[in-house]
């Protein structure tokens, strides 16, 4: 059996394969004071977020195994179980996990000393996040894989934390809440309806976080500007919530947040965000001009929310999603070869994806992907009643009750399915449907054993119900032409879409800088040169049907103002640079090009000096660049996120190359500030600004200051500098918008 999601399946199982269990449970045996026979691995798993890889690997290993029996995975599962079991058992209070001085942590949490921040609660990097992947692991290696230790060791994690929380005050509890804490409430959800425990679902709704579950019960988009994948477990969560029986609000919330997403916030091919974060859904320049474009984390958990959400409420229109993220970001989003993952997919034209590389990369995106591709067959069928649905075209086997299918797909003028009956031992009369999806042009035709029949659509489905007989085959195609689809702002940008599967064309640009990331930290964004937004084919005024033909394969011709280019599905595309949203004319060219040519101005030039930057009040950006501060705010102006301090705060940058001269930071002005700039401790600037007026007034004008690097910073370290905001004489700092090492 063959096909892209059989392909994808098996890349990933032998890149599962290739990771050690040991070392993935090195930091859980180093918390719990026990011998480690293999290091931990590096990259995140020892910057600290340590251990979290491998509640993702035990999930990813117990879902191949149920998805293909192979006993390989299996083993490695319950070497995992087995590990943080011994661990557990070491610990001898119920937790365990590989947080760096977890234990101490909630020592201290216990003790109400909560100091929380968007990724960091007293210091720690997102602990709650870490440990639910250990959680999620155990529940999966219980669930999937039928590996009966998991169960007890989940539950005694469980009951650690419930009897640790019953000190912690509601207000206290929410506090805590503020740092990005991943599906616990998902977690605890789970265990209740696992369980029945009713203690379980009260934790889970303790794991609420009002601040963002209160406006989706009450129908409105606070969105914008939060950090997108910390909000979509939570709704995951509020979905299982409310099925264990925790009301219909739960639910309703869930149903909310992914239809405001799908509908109002994703681009074309599933996908949505920039650098991680929600931006303003009325605008969508930012996902065309950023080199971070849409989070793969965020696309796997929005698959899971959308088909958990058909599974409980039977719409349809929840599949059309599931089937365009895995089709293009999903399936594009691990390289066909070595399996390496992507973290950002940019569609800026002329970009490009960085892939990781299995004993150097262990990001977030990194852990879900091992998950995503051995979960493809759980979205591929579904029964209702007695009737056994075809819900996703791939090439794939499925056994009901007897029933034994085998469903091969071709995309050729549209899509054709054809389902042979490879097996029936019950010899009673069943209903066979294969999924209509919203993509559809026209009505589809229907074949059994080659004899037409009359295709109807019953609820989103082609329905035929017989006595099936081994051999039997029904094929369905569904007839679909070329169309352009837009942003959900309409703006003058569009896809080339041809029923599922969008589009895209290989371009040539400068050099693909850091191809497969390395052990940085940062090795995931893709740091090679900008192209001009400029020099991306710019398609004529005009629909899809004037202006797209299609060619050989599954390759279509695209007419713009300069010839035709030759597109590809974008799943297909790798190692290179690409274009996948293309600049439209709704005036004259030369109109379009100077407001291209005006942004390039702007943003070339700054990105060809800069060295290193950071963005304040985005939780990845400020990770990654060593954020330190408490007694902080974060908010957000316009379009601009910040963070100011009433106490000093700091980030890391860095200048591999040594040939930063300057910083250049961008600020939003506030009246009553009294602060320095430092730069490995050395003065860059003093502000003092409105003492004596009123204290909490707000100014709102931005300016952007650069200050020459002093030498005596450079001297004590000239690859690291340390930015810092400290406050003086009881005062605040600016809000601040971003810092930006730059060379000449």
Not at 12 to 22: A, K
Not at 34 to 40: D, K, V, Y
Not at 572 to 588: E, I, K, T
């Amino acid at each position: 059996m063959s096909g892209p999601f059989r392909h994808a399946q098996d890349v990933n199982g032998e890149y599962l394969l290739r990771l050690s269990p040991e070392r993935l449970l090195a930091p859980f045996y180093r918390e719990a004071g026990l011998p480690q026979p293999e290091p931990s691995y590096g990259n995140w798993e020892s910057q600290g977020l340590d251990g979290h890889t491998a509640g993702h690997f035990l999930s990813a290993t117990a879902l191949m195994y149920a998805s293909t029996g192979r006993a390989e995975y299996l083993r490695k599962a319950r070497t995992v179980v087995d590990g943080i079991a011994r661990a557990q058992d070491a610990l001898g209070t119920g937790y365990v996990g590989g947080v760096p001085d977890g234990a101490q942590l909630w020592a201290d949490i216990s003790e109400g000393g909560i100091s929380p921040d968007a990724f960091s609660l007293d210091g720690r990097w997102v602990p709650w996040y870490n440990l639910h992947k250990t959680f999620a692991g155990l529940i999966e290696a219980h669930r999937s894989a039928g590996i009966v230790e998991a169960l007890p060791v989940v539950l005694r994690l469980a009951d650690w934390w419930i009897e640790l929380a019953k000190g912690i005050s509601d207000d206290d509890f929410e506090r805590m809440l503020d740092t990005e804490f991943g599906g616990m409430n998902e977690s605890f959800a789970d265990l209740a309806r696992i369980t029945g425990r009713a203690e379980y679902l009260d934790m889970a709704k303790r794991f609420s976080h009002h601040v963002v579950l209160d406006p989706l019960v009450a129908h409105e988009d606070h969105l914008t500007g939060l950090h997108a994948n910390t909000q979509i477990p939570k709704a995951l969560g509020y979905l299982r919530t409310g099925e264990a029986g925790g009301g219909e609000p739960f639910s309703d919330a869930a149903r909310f947040f992914a239809d405001t997403v799908i509908q109002h916030r994703t681009a074309p091919f599933g996908g949505h965000g920039v650098r991680e974060h929600f931006h303003d859904p009325g605008d969508f320049s930012p996902i065309f001009e950023d080199r971070e474009g849409p989070e793969s984390c965020n696309t796997v958990n929005m698959v899971r929310l959308a088909g958990d959400l058909y599974a409980g409420t039977g719409d349809a229109s929840y599949l059309d999603y599931v089937e365009t993220a895995l089709t293009n970001h999903v399936l594009s989003a691990q390289h066909p070869e070595h399996g390496g993952f992507v973290y950002f997919t940019p569609l800026r034209p002329g970009h490009y994806r960085v892939y990781s590389q299995t004993e150097n990369s262990f990001w977030c995106c990194v852990g879900t992907g091992m998950e995503a591709h051995a979960r493809h067959g759980a979205y591929a069928y579904a029964t209702r009643g007695e009737a056994l649905l075809i819900n996703l075209f791939m090439d794939s086997e499925v056994d009901r009750n007897g029933l034994v299918l085998r469903q091969r797909v071709e995309r050729r003028e549209g899509t054709h399915v054809s389902v042979t009956v490879r097996r029936e031992n019950n010899g009673v009369t069943r209903t066979i449907g294969v999924r209509i999806p919203g993509w559809v042009q026209g009505l589809p035709r229907v074949f059994l054993n080659g004899r037409s029949l009359e295709a109807k659509n019953a609820d989103g489905y082609v329905l035929v119900n017989r006595q099936w007989t081994e051999g039997d085959t029904l094929e369905v195609h569904l007839p679909s032409r070329p169309r352009f689809e837009r942003m959900p702002d309409k703006s003058d940008w569009i896809n080339v879409v041809d029923g599922a599967v969008v589009y895209a064309a290989k371009v040539e640009g400068p050099p693909l800088e850091g191809l497969l990331a390395g052990p940085e930290r940062m090795g995931h964004i893709a740091r090679g040169a900008l192209m001009p937004l400029a020099q991306a084919p710019l398609v004529p005024a005009g629909s899809a049907h004037e202006l797209v033909s299609r060619g050989e394969g599954e390759t279509l011709t695209l007419q713009t103002t300069t010839g035709e280019i030759s597109l590809h599905p974008f799943a297909q595309l790798h190692d290179s640079r690409y274009v996948m949203a293309f600049p439209q004319l709704s005036g004259s060219a030369e109109e379009r090009l100077a407001r291209l040519r005006e942004r390039d101005a702007w943003q070339l030039g700054l990105d060809a000096r800069t060295r290193d930057s950071v963005t304040f009040g985005e939780q990845q950006p400020e990770s990654d660049h060593a954020f330190s501060g408490n007694g902080t705010e974060q908010g957000r102006t316009g379009g601009a996120t910040w963070r100011r301090g009433h106490a000093p705060f700091s980030v890391r940058l860095m200048d591999w190359l040594r040939i930063a001269t300057s910083l250049r930071v961008t600020l939003v002005e506030d009246v009553e500030v009294d602060y320095t700039v430092l730069v490995n401790d050395v003065e860059v600037w003093h502000a003092r600004r409105g003492i004596g007026d009123a204290v909490g007034g707000e100014g709102s004008r931005v300016r952007v200051l650069e200050f020459a690097l002093p030498a005596e910073a450079r001297a004590q370290d000239p690859e690291t500098l340390r930015v810092a905001f400290v406050p003086r004489h009881g005062r605040r700092t600016d809000r601040i918008v971003e810092a930006r090492l730059l060379s000449k």
